[in-house]
């Protein structure tokens, strides 16, 4: 899944001929998830059409601080539009809108959407070679490096003029790579390798039975995805669960039993940076496992369990420098039982799950959590998606991590 997924993007276009080119930007904008919203210099709308961009947003385009044809003409809010961008992007970017911005100047609703972004702005030059080298130009760029700015570099080619040299607009297919290469490096999690656990074990009692529960995966498969969203390279030990990932930078190892899931976790942990354990591990499993199916007897059949190995508390005894989070499911003395569960396997930080609350369990797509840190402090959330918990949980790492 691309960095851009999910991101509110702002495209500016101005009226340079490769204009045409943001047609195609929008349509990979849109292909990697982002929601786009397109403003236009009154002039950019002679090398493109709005309805044309507007067709690939699927969201209206702004070209003018009202609608002019409209007698009930309602005021295209700048800000309004500015603050709702991730991202702010224009693309081309004339020499003429370049200058205008690096001068504060504000005669169209895309300068005065620039204005009032408090994002992040990039800006993908266009313009024939010479007014690319002209040294006005340069000190354009110069103010806006020293405004934040962050300049898309124009590529070298033939140009509308027939000449060939440096001013063509970076292609749409670059401009894709160099966004998501400059969110990646500012995600909090870049650089961090983040091992996780989760769903079920299943412990075996003979070649058809076994020992399991109801954990069906959902919350350590959503950590596993924000981490990644934030930048981690993430190693997900999975007991059985019918749930599936695909991201580039997480690696999937299915494990069955507690034994091969301890076996993988410990495998890892030694080159992690994070680890977090939200696995519904069996604490018991059969002594001994039948390699024959068990007939059906006369009598009750007794099965014979043995303690399966801690694994969160044997990585507790284990860490050096890793952040180590631990779960707890708790159905009665819930902060007491979690505060001690923390400090007995040297844990960072514990999840705290309540069954006494709606909206927490197994197989839910929501989740009621109570993060207890290290220094006792207790932090209590509300019922949320378990795609937001997960980012809750991620986000208290991060901050402690910087602390
Ligand atoms: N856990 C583990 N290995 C086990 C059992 C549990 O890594 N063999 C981890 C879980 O992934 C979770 C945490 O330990 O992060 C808490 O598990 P829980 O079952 O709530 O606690 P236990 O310590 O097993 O105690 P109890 O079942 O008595 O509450």
């Not at 340079?16 to 403003?39: D, E, N, T």
Request: charge should be neutral.
């Amino acid at each position: 899944m691309s960095v851009l997924s999910g991101k509110n993007i702002l495209l500016g276009v101005t009226a340079g001929i490769a204009a045409y080119k943001s047609a195609f930007l929008v349509r990979l904008l849109v292909k990697a998830g982002a929601q786009v919203k397109v403003v236009m210099t009154p002039s950019a709308k002679e090398f493109v059409t709005p309805l044309t961009l507007s067709t690939l947003s699927k969201n209206e385009v702004f070209s003018s601080f009202t609608n002019d044809e409209d007698e009930n003409a309602q005021w295209n809010n700048h800000v309004e539009l500015a603050l709702w961008a991730d991202l702010f992007v224009i693309a081309p970017a004339t020499a003429n809108t370049l200058s205008k911005m690096a001068h504060g100047t504000s005669d169209n609703l895309l300068l005065a959407c620039y204005l009032s972004a408090k994002c992040p702005v990039y800006y993908a030059p266009a313009m024939d070679l010479d007014m690319y080298k002209h040294p006005s130009t340069k000190q354009t760029f110069e103010t806006l490096d020293s405004f934040g700015n962050i300049r898309i570099p124009a590529e070298h080619g033939e140009l509308a003029s027939g000449l060939v040299g440096e001013g063509r607009m970076a292609e749409p297919e670059t401009i894709i790579a160099f966004l998501e290469d400059a969110i990646k490096r500012t995600l909090p999690l870049r650089g961090k390798k983040v091992v996780i656990t989760a769903g079920p074990t299943y412990e075996a009692i003979d070649p058809v039975r076994f020992i399991g529960n109801h954990s069906s995966g959902k919350m350590g498969y959503a950590i596993a995805e924000a981490a990644v969203k934030l930048g981690a390279e993430v190693i997900l030990i999975s007991g059985p669960s019918s749930l599936s990932v695909n991201e580039k930078r997480l690696t999937l190892v299915k494990v069955t039993s507690a034994e091969e899931m301890y076996n993988e976790t410990h495998s890892h942990f030694d080159s992690c940076d994070i680890a977090i354990l939200s696995a519904a591990v069996a604490d018991y499993r059969p002594k001994q496992v039948s390699t024959q199916k068990i007939k059906k007897a006369a009598g009750p059949l007794t099965l014979s369990l043995e303690k399966t190995d801690d694994i969160l508390a044997s990585l507790g005894a284990r860490k050096k420098r890793q952040f180590l989070v631990g779960f707890a499911l708790e159905t009665e003395n819930e902060l007491e039982n979690a505060k001690t569960k923390l400090k007995k396997k040297n844990l960072d930080l514990i999840v705290l799950n309540s069954l006494n609350d709606e909206g927490a369990g197994f197989s839910k797509d929501t989740n009621k959590v109570t993060l207890v840190s290290k220094d006792n402090k207790v932090l209590p959330f509300s019922v949320k998606p378990k795609t937001e918990v997960a980012n809750d949980i991620l986000q208290y790492i991060i901050e402690q991590l910087h602390a």
